[in-house]
Each structure stands twice: as structure tokens, then as C-alpha cells.
């Protein structure tokens, strides 16, 4: 089929890889543009623009699309069998919904109509969901209100963190979305029942709040693993919480229980086993309290 790709973040590059691979061809690929990143804001490509250039194939990036007739003419002008979408960063219009002859699918990381949005995988972890998945769906105009396609469930275990999720998803996603162009399966509306939306993420929403229960900020901490990450304050500075086991304990919360660096909660208590000062490596607690001493009595956050 001749198709265009719109992706643009790590989780979309198998899919793209995998329409390649099965000899679909790629008219072009639609990704954000590239942006300044890291210590030196170096401009970067993104990794769906990263493998169309490895791949060989026309990589366009508008930054908007909605009311670009341009955009819409040279989208239509490819004369697509069907688009393949997924974590592309921009809203279709209808003009481009409606241009390839099947239409746009999308590889939403979830089982909808759960978590519709941005952040699929986190809010699914912060939940405390048994299981997520990956829907393909027929694309509307709505925000992920579209017909299903195909659908298929993945269990959450109790280690599993968006990270590892992330991995297994997109892999998902890339076996399903080839399942649907070859199968062309009727499409299922969405119930009404269920719906749940998943906001975008922002680096504050890792804050810690001691104060809720202990088996809720141990998911907070899973589910922003490693993005936008998990912190509390310590001595007037961020502390990292990369990772934490629930255990008895009770006080103040925030307020540090012992030398293992356990930690009073709204409800238990968590004990802190891996965790990082900004611009340092990361570290087991063990290795981090031999050089930071944080003393019993020590009231984390504010």
C-alpha cells in the first residue's frame, strides 16, 4: 500500500520500521521539527525523523496544520491508500483525515476507551490498572473517539513502569497496525462506558506529596519512569526518586524513619532505594547515604 507515517517520539519508530520492512511503501513521513535539546540545545531531529532518514524516505515537518490549505493540498497530492498515525504531536484536520483512500490509523497505547490523551501509559501505571494495551483505530475528528479496528490487552505487573510498558507497546502496536492494513477489519464504535482521559504530563507533576498513600506515590513513581521523572526536596534542592518499595512504617509524612532512608506517608511508608541529585549519577540509597548523610527525624518536600 502507499501510505504516509506521521510519529514522531522512540514509540513510533517500530511501527515505521515495520511498514518499511513489510514492503509498504512510504510516500512520506510527518514528524515534529526539530528542536534544541539537552545541556547545549543543540538542535535535534526526533527518532521517527532520525529512522526516515536511515530509511531513505521524505521526512516533512509543518509546525501547524490546521488551517495550512498548503499542507492539506500536499498531503492530498500523495495519493495515499491509508496514513498511519501514532504519538505524531499534531491535530488532523478534517481535510487530511479524509484525504487517503482508508483513511488515518492511529496506534493509541491503550485499550479504549480507557485512557484517551496524551500520556496513555503513565496514567494507566498511576492507576493502578491490571492491564493497558494498544488500540488501532479508525481516526475522527474527535480526540481518540474513533471506531476501533483492532485491540489487544497486556498485563501490568507490580515492577512495571511506564519505561518498560513503553517498550512492549510499541512493539504491539507495530504487529497490530500491519494486522490492520492486511485484514481491513470492520471497525467497532467505541462504548460510551469507561471513558477516561490521560492529560499531558509536565515535569511538576513528579512531584512527591508525602502525604498521600504509600502504594500511590509508589506508583507516581513507576508510572513517570523515566518521564517527567519523580522528586521531593531536600536541604533546598530537588532530590530524584527513581525507585521505592512499600514497608511498614508510620509518622509525620515526608519525615525520614530510620538510616535506610524509609519514609513516612499519608498512609505507610516507603522505603527509597534508588535516587539522584540533579547533574550527578544515580545511585542505590545504600551507595547515596554513604556520601549524603540524610539523618532520622529529616522532614522531605515543602
Known amino acids: ?35 534544541p535539546a539537552g545541556r547545549g540545545q543543540a538542535v535535534r531531529r526526533c527518532a521517527v525523523h532520525v529512522a526516515a532518514d536511515e530509511l531513505g524516505v521524505e521526512v516533512r515537518t509543518p509546525a501547524r496544520l490546521r488551517t495550512d490549505a498548503a499542507a492539506h493540498a500536499a498531503f492530498a497530492a500523495l495519493a495515499l491508500d491509508a496514513a498511519v498515525v501514532a504519538a505524531y ?20 497505547a491503550s485499550l479504549l476507551p480507557r485512557w484517551r490523551g496524551a500520556a496513555p501509559i503513565h496514567a494507566a501505571v498511576l492507576a493502578g490498572d491490571a492491564e493497558t494495551g494498544v488500540t488501532i483505530m479508525q481516526m475522527d475528528a474527535g480526540l481518540d473517539t474513533g471506531a ?3 485491540r489487544e490487552a497486556v498485563p501490568i505487573g507490580p515492577a512495571d513502569s511506564s519505561a518498560t510498558l513503553h517498550d512492549v507497546l510499541a512493539a504491539l502496536g507495530a504487529r497490530l497496525v500491519l494486522r490492520a492494513l492486511a485484514e481491513n477489519p470492520p471497525p467497532v464504535p467505541q462504548p460510551e462506558a469507561g471513558v477516561t482521559y490521560a492529560p499531558k504530563l509536565s515535569r511538576d507533576d513528579g512531584r512527591i506529596d508525602w502525604a498521600r498513600d504509600a502504594r500511590a506515590i509508589e506508583r507516581q513513581v513507576r508510572a513517570f519512569d523515566p518521564w517527567p521523572g519523580t522528586f521531593t526536596m531536600w536541604q533546598g534542592g530537588v532530590l530524584k526518586v527513581l525507585a521505592v518499595a512499600v514497608v511498614d512504617g508510620a509518622g509525620r509524612p515526608g ?13 505507610g511508608a516507603l522505603r527509597v532505594t534508588r535516587l539522584q541529585l540533579p547533574g550527578r549519577a544515580a545511585l542505590d540509597a545504600e551507595a547515596f547515604l554513604r556520601g549524603h548523610r540524610i539523618p532520622t527525624g529529616t522532614v522531605l518536600g515543602g
Open 255 to 267: 519525615t525520614v524513619l530510620d538510616e535506610k532512608l524509609t519514609v513516612a506517608c499519608g498512609q
Open 89 to 108: 504531536g499534531l491535530i488532523l484536520p478534517p481535510a487530511m483525515l479524509a484525504a487517503p483512500r482508508r483513511g488515518c490509523l492511529n496506534i493509541h
Open 148 to 150: 476501533m479496528l483492532l
Open 1 to 35: 500500500m502507499r501510505l504516509a507515517f506521521m510519529g514522531s517520539p522512540d514509540f513510533a519508530v517500530p511501527a515505521l520500521r515495520a511498514l518499511a520492512g513489510a514492503g509498504h511503501e512510504i510516500a512520506a513521513v510527518y514528524c515534529q521539527q526539530p528542536r
